[in-house]
């Protein structure tokens, strides 16, 4: 298994918020590794993409987004794709909640680069990889079959629901008392993010499989 990454940004909002706070956070970051261990040890590729945690809520169109796909550069000139998670996220203390919604973003990584391999290889429409991240239907369609990537997989991706992985007046708590600040979803970087080669081939043997 290649390296984990997952980071913390400690941004200003970080360095704002009360000890206590920061401790919540901080085990979040702990429990979120540790369930990206247990999926890299069920998929069927050793690179995993990296995961950055923003610590502070990130509204939509007046929705709660807890997690999304990311365009990251870590090196410049270099994009990759990645997964960026809010402090809901972090928040959450349900387990298997964290791990279904790093699933669903990984399974967003993993989808997005075989639309991009398949667009380099066999030419299929660059269309597939525009569209609004909130239009449901345009989720499901940017996530893969779950036993394409996953070892023993045959269920399936979570699916956004109306139910909060935090409860909502503990948040709208967190936001009144200033301890979290408030957002726009992080935005995909222009230019066309470099896929690692484990995935590449990987996709390019489903393709005849
Ligand atoms: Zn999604």
């Known amino acids: 298994m290649s390296e984990l990454k997952v980071i913390l940004f400690r941004d200003e909002a970080w360095e704002s918020m009360p000890e206590a706070l920061k401790r919540r956070v901080a085990a979040g970051v702990d429990r979120i590794r540790s369930q990206l261990v247990f999926i890299a040890a069920r998929a069927r590729v050793r690179t995993m993409p990296r995961i950055i945690v923003q610590p502070c809520v990130w509204h939509d169109r007046g929705q709660i987004v807890d997690a999304t796909l990311c365009t990251l550069v870590s090196t410049p000139g270099h994009p990759e794709l990645g997964v960026v998670v809010s402090a809901t996220v972090a928040l959450c203390?349900?387990?298997?909640?964290?791990?279904?919604?790093?699933?669903?973003?990984?399974?967003?990584?993993?989808?997005?680069?075989?639309?991009?391999?398949?667009?380099?290889?066999?030419?299929?429409?660059?269309?597939?990889?525009?569209?609004?991240?909130?239009?449901?239907?345009?989720?499901?369609?940017?996530?893969?079959?779950?036993?394409?990537?996953?070892?023993?997989?045959?269920?399936?991706?979570?699916?956004?629901?109306?139910?909060?992985?935090?409860?909502?007046?503990?948040?709208?708590?967190?936001?009144?008392?200033?301890?979290?600040?408030?957002?726009?979803?992080?935005?995909?970087?222009?230019?066309?993010?470099?896929?690692?080669a484990d995935w590449t081939g990987h996709i390019r043997s489903l393709r005849s499989g």
């Open 93 to 196: 203390e349900d387990e298997a909640v964290v791990r279904d919604v790093l699933m669903h973003e990984v399974g967003h990584c993993f989808e997005t680069a075989r639309k991009l391999v398949d667009q380099a290889d066999l030419g299929s429409p660059a269309s597939d990889l525009r569209g609004d991240p909130a239009d449901e239907a345009r989720d499901r369609r940017m996530l893969p079959e779950m036993a394409d990537w996953f070892v023993g997989s045959t269920g399936s991706f979570m699916q956004w629901g109306t139910q909060p992985i935090v409860p909502t007046a503990e948040i709208q708590g967190l936001l009144d008392a200033g301890f979290l600040s408030l957002s726009d979803p992080p935005l995909m970087s222009p230019g066309t993010p470099s896929i690692p």
